[in-house]
């Protein structure tokens, strides 16, 4: 969490594990987008942490598990850019929420702002694996804004390798909103 003396922190997790990917590069644009004095990172942690278990969640879980948690707690708001796989978000994301959303009451995950992208080949924009990242997200406690963003028939809507205009600036929009709305609260 930040400090008098810190920038806010915004932790982008990728449901993508492909380096290009059209979420990691919605997840790039929103980085391009923060306003100024913000920091961000993308984790890259996701594909290390071990299918959840309760059995693993001890006191002593595994250290994948241990970094990413202490990522997540250190970080004052959420980015999470999803593809949609069968219609919903892919495990990989799912498993990070599980992770984070433990223990209860003490878990690195409540009470975090998130804004939620999505990509998908289809036109209608990942709107399945958006509204199940909200979903999720809310039962794990966190405090996912209500708006998101989709990138709809993805590979298409990229001019050049860059996102459409339109969209840089509904996610700059977006941006704007998680750092003003919940971290100035």
Do not use: C
């Amino acid at each position: 969490m930040t400090t008098a003396n810190d920038r806010p922190t915004v932790l982008v997790l990728l449901g993508s594990l492909r380096p290009d990917s059209t979420s990691r590069r919605l997840a790039e644009a929103a980085v391009a987008a923060l306003p100024d004095g913000v920091r961000a990172e993308i984790s890259t942690l996701l594909p290390s942490l071990p299918h959840y278990d309760q059995d693993l969640d001890t006191d002593t879980p595994p250290a994948a598990v241990r970094a990413f948690r202490e990522q997540v707690a250190a970080a004052d708001a959420l980015v999470v850019a999803t593809p949609e796989f069968n219609g919903s978000l892919p495990g990989v994301l799912k498993n990070a929420i599980d992770w984070t959303s433990r223990p209860r009451g003490a878990a690195a995950l409540a009470g975090k702002p998130v804004a939620v992208l999505g990509a998908s080949a289809s036109p209608k924009a990942a709107q399945w694996a958006r509204a199940d990242a909200v979903r999720v997200l809310q039962v794990a406690g966190a405090l996912p804004l209500e708006e998101t963003v989709g990138l709809a028939s993805a590979t298409a809507a990229l001019e050049g390798g860059e996102l459409a205009e339109d969209v840089r600036g509904r996610v700059a929009e977006l941006m704007g909103r998680l750092v003003r709305e919940p971290l100035a609260a």
